[in-house]
């Protein structure tokens, strides 16, 4: 399963009533080790909602008070938005996600409430679209999609790898934009449709950027960054 095959999918109660989509995934480090980031991030929750402007900017955490006007602006637009443990996910379906609880039994914590033990991330603020940096300082991608693996049992799924590159992309995009995009990606990487994979276990920290313990020409973005620089920058004059 993809983070994008979560974001944007249709929440179901218990009653079959449709309570609106999913616009962020809370996470949280509390998972079995992978690689020196210790341990692996797994899903705690699904926020009801547009992940809008005061969502990217941060206002949905408590410690962001400023500036003050803003703040209370842009904190009455996310107080509303409900929060989903996955505990309480019956079902995942294409496109749905059916609940065990009726819509009023539903909470609205922030993500400073949801569990009290390991970091806890915003997938949409924290990790999406953030650049994938080497031990050099290069630039290896972007963080497009994630991994995630789903457990027997009803256990939270745990985040496996980086999806990066425009194969990733394309999910998240959609409708026949984020097909054409998705065809072009497998027609230059030899007609593979899996997009370029890197292994949380390669992640050494989360801040402004996600930074790596390998050289970028070690992962799997690097390849279509050579396409790129071999068959089109190459090619403009000048270049």
């Given at each position: 399963?993809?983070?994008?095959?979560?974001?944007?999918?249709r929440i179901?109660?218990?009653?079959?009533?449709?309570?609106?989509?999913?616009?962020?995934?809370?996470l949280?480090?509390?998972?079995?080790?992978?690689?020196?980031?210790?341990?692996?991030?797994?899903?705690?929750?699904?926020v009801?909602?547009?992940?809008?402007?005061?969502?990217?900017?941060?206002?949905?955490?408590?410690?962001?008070?400023?500036?003050?006007?803003?703040?209370?602006?842009?904190?009455?637009?996310?107080?509303?938005?409900?929060?989903?443990?996955?505990?309480?996910?019956?079902?995942?379906?294409?496109?749905?996600?059916r609940?065990?609880?009726?819509?009023?039994?539903?909470?609205?914590?922030?993500?400073?409430?949801?569990?009290?033990?390991?970091?806890?991330?915003?997938?949409?603020?924290?990790?999406l679209?953030?650049?994938?940096?080497?031990?050099?300082?290069?630039?290896?991608?972007?963080?497009?999609?994630?991994?995630?693996?789903?457990?027997?049992?009803?256990?939270?799924?745990?985040?496996?790898?980086?999806?990066?590159?425009?194969?990733?992309?394309?999910?998240?995009?959609?409708?026949?934009?984020?097909?054409?995009?998705?065809?072009?990606?497998?027609?230059?990487?030899?007609?593979s449709?899996?997009?370029?994979?890197?292994?949380?276990?390669?992640?050494?920290r989360?801040?402004?950027?996600?930074?790596?313990?390998?050289?970028?020409?070690?992962?799997?973005?690097?390849?279509?960054?050579?396409?790129?620089?071999?068959?089109?920058?190459?090619?403009?004059p000048?270049?």
């Amino acid at each position: 399963m993809r983070l994008a095959d979560l974001i944007d999918s249709r929440i179901v109660d218990a009653d079959g009533r449709d309570i609106g989509r999913v616009g962020d995934v809370w996470l949280i480090q509390d998972g079995p080790p992978i690689g020196v980031f210790g341990a692996a991030l797994t899903v705690d929750a699904l926020v009801i909602g547009r992940f809008g402007l005061a969502s990217r900017a941060g206002y949905e955490r408590e410690g962001v008070r400023g500036p003050a006007p803003i703040a209370w602006y842009l904190r009455r637009r996310t107080a509303h938005r409900q929060v989903v443990r996955w505990s309480d996910v019956l079902a995942i379906e294409e496109g749905r996600i059916r609940l065990r609880l009726r819509e009023g039994d539903l909470g609205r914590p922030s993500i400073e409430d949801v569990r009290t033990t390991g970091r806890r991330v915003s997938a949409g603020l924290e990790l999406l679209d953030r650049q994938l940096v080497d031990p050099d300082g290069m630039m290896a991608g972007k963080v497009d999609d994630l991994a995630i693996e789903l457990k027997d049992g009803g256990a939270p799924p745990v985040v496996t790898e980086i999806l990066a590159g425009p194969g990733a992309l394309a999910r998240r995009i959609g409708g026949t934009p984020g097909a054409w995009l998705a065809s072009v990606d497998a027609r230059l990487r030899g007609g593979s449709r899996d997009p370029a994979a890197i292994s949380f276990g390669v992640v050494a920290r989360i801040d402004d950027h996600v930074t790596l313990t390998v050289s970028r020409e070690e992962v799997a973005t690097f390849g279509f960054e050579e396409w790129v620089r071999d068959h089109v920058i190459e090619k403009i004059p000048g270049s």
